[in-house]
């Protein structure tokens, strides 16, 4: 059964970290772009970061470039986001997608391109 699973969420002071993880089963990640995506309440989705399939490109939105960090391991299951100084702002539900394809990174932040594969996604609560 193909399917993406997200862990590591929770609850953080501002200025601190959490490192979500995505992993594949079913399937391994060589040949797809791996997207972050996050819904804060009473708002609309939006892209974070990705990775292209080779992980030679990167791309981040302007809100999390600086303090986010996304990267995936050698054996190909599993892509991870490292959040560093969190704000209040960054409290969401954190999605990882995936898509058979290898466009611009960024236009998969922009939502131009549908996604394969979603996970169910993983809570992030920014508070003091």
């Known amino acids: 059964q193909v399917q993406l699973v997200e862990s590591g969420g929770g609850l953080v002071q501002p200025g601190g970290s959490l490192r979500l993880s995505c992993t594949a089963s079913?399937?391994?990640?060589?040949?797809?772009?791996m997207v972050w995506f996050r819904q804060a309440p009473g708002k609309e989705r939006e892209g974070v970061s990705c990775?292209?399939?080779?992980?030679?490109?990167?791309y981040y939105a302007n809100s999390v470039k600086g303090r986010f960090t996304i990267s995936r391991n050698n054996d190909k299951t599993t892509v991870y986001l490292q959040m560093n100084s969190l704000k209040p702002e960054d409290t969401a539900v954190y999605y990882c997608a995936t898509a058979y394809s290898n466009y611009y990174c960024s236009d998969y932040i922009r939502g131009y391109y549908g996604m394969d594969y979603w996970g169910k996604g993983t809570l992030v609560t920014v508070s003091s």
């Open positions: 079913g399937f391994t990640l060589d040949y797809y772009t």
């Open positions: 990775l292209s399939p080779s992980r030679s490109s990167a």
